[in-house]
């Protein structure tokens, strides 16, 4: 059965994944305390996710992955990861940062985008560029950057206003 997930399903199935992975198991109150959401709503979503043949799942019960489930979670997990970890090793975002943009990029990105993108970090992580010190010199630049005020697409533009001089010096 192919199914088109929303936002939330892929946040959900992903949730579901990063939990079993850690606990070995998964209720809805686990679901409930990662996402942040009530009890009703993770119920309501696991109904969608086990008519689309992703989850087992009866009321009060463990509720587990099917192997469609866990293929679709496996990459929802790891292309968040990829992502993440491509903010946070290679532009220097902090983690929190890094996390949150992540899990709005792996559902906004155009799949063609998203493809190039992975093989675009894939590359990177695999090549040895320890002879070219490129990551080093690309933080010394967003360092010495010197933003135009005038420029509308200029990074000055996107930084948040409550950072101070001296933290968009060090990032």
Known sequence: MSVILTEALED?????YDIISNKGG???KD???KLNVKNSSVTVALRSLREAQFINYEPYGVISLTPS???EARRISETHQ?????FVKVLGVNQAD????ACRLEHAMAPSVMA?????????SAGDYSHTHWTEDFMKFCRQNKFSPDNLASPVQYMNDSLSESEVDSQ
Not at 12 to 16: D, P, Q, R, T
Not at 98 to 101: G, K, P, R, S
Not at 116 to 124: A, C, E, G, H, Y
């Open 116 to 124: 190039r993108f992975l093989q675009f970090v894939k590359f990177v």
């Open 31 to 33: 679901i409930s305390k």
């Open 98 to 101: 890094a996390d949150e943009t």
């Open 82 to 86: 990829i992502i993440r970890r491509f």
């Open 12 to 16: 959900y199935l992903e949730a579901i």
């Open 26 to 28: 998964v209720r809805v």
């Open 69 to 71: 489930g866990y293929n």
